[in-house]
């Protein structure tokens, strides 16, 4: 299995501030027969079920606000939502999927300061 | 629109058996793998195994070999999951999700609303 690890575990940032979120996997997600890596992010807000934002690393999902923006290669990864909203309370996920079994990050909590 | 309907709040007892279905709308049901998903109170996301409706190729994770059985039914264009004996570790809310493209090195674009299973003596 290729294991996820996100940190941090929570975090609480300002309304209108920056968040960032790390991602790392175990071994290499990145495929150099077509330079794509295999690394997706979800939001999971409370009682509803994740919601794909990011693919291949760093491409937005159709209707996900520019705000959200992913990064990195290999085998470390970024979110990051530039300007904070009230909305953007959720938990994010890390996934592989370069590799079944497909395998998610555990998780962080993004809550307002 | 395309959608996964999941089946609705189950109770069960330790020792019992279960099967929850998946039901896909508005979309080519068999070009498209399934993937299932637990999550536990509180917990993360872990993903059980993933199925291909086309011919029932069917994946496993390691953890949860043995442990339960992923199946569809074109006709209906639904996919299940069961439990032959369940466990008060099968606490959790199950969800299916749609892989995105006929390949199983994809994203999951397409949730279902999720099914809680209660497991309790």
């Known amino acids: 299995d290729i294991a996820m690890a996100q940190s941090p575990d929570s975090l609480a940032v300002s309304l209108g501030e920056r968040a960032t979120i790390n991602c790392k996997s175990r071994?290499?997600?990145?495929?150099?027969?077509?330079?794509?890596?295999?690394l997706a992010w979800y939001q999971q807000k409370p009682g509803q079920p994740p919601n794909l934002l990011i693919y291949w690393a760093s491409t937005r999902e159709s209707g996900v606000p520019d705000r959200f923006s992913g990064s990195g290669s290999g085998t470390d990864f970024t979110l990051t939502i530039s300007s904070l909203q009230a909305e953007d309370v959720a938990v994010y996920y890390c996934?592989?999927?370069?590799?079944?079994?497909?395998?998610f990050g555990g998780g962080t909590k993004v809550e307002i300061k | 629109e395309v959608r996964l309907v999941q089946s609705g709040v189950e109770v069960r007892e330790p020792g019992e058996s279960l099967k929850i279905s998946c039901k896909a709308l508005g979309y080519n049901f068999t070009s498209y793998w399934i993937a299932w998903v637990r999550q536990m109170p509180g917990k993360g996301l872990d993903c059980m195994g993933i199925i291909y409706p086309d011919d029932s190729d069917t994946t496993y994770s390691p953890s949860f070999q043995g442990q339960v059985t992923i199946s569809v039914d074109k006709s209906v264009t639904t996919a299940y999951l069961q439990w032959s004996r369940l466990k008060a570790s099968d606490n959790a809310i199950y969800y299916c999700?749609?892989?995105?493209?006929?390949?199983?090195?994809?994203?999951?674009?397409?949730w279902g609303q999720g099914t809680t299973v209660t497991v309790s003596s």
């Open positions: 999700a749609r892989l995105h493209s006929g390949s199983v090195y994809s994203t999951m674009d397409v």
């Open positions: 071994q290499s997600v990145l495929d150099s027969s077509n330079n794509k890596n295999y």
């Open positions: 996934q592989q999927y370069y590799r079944t079994p497909l395998t």
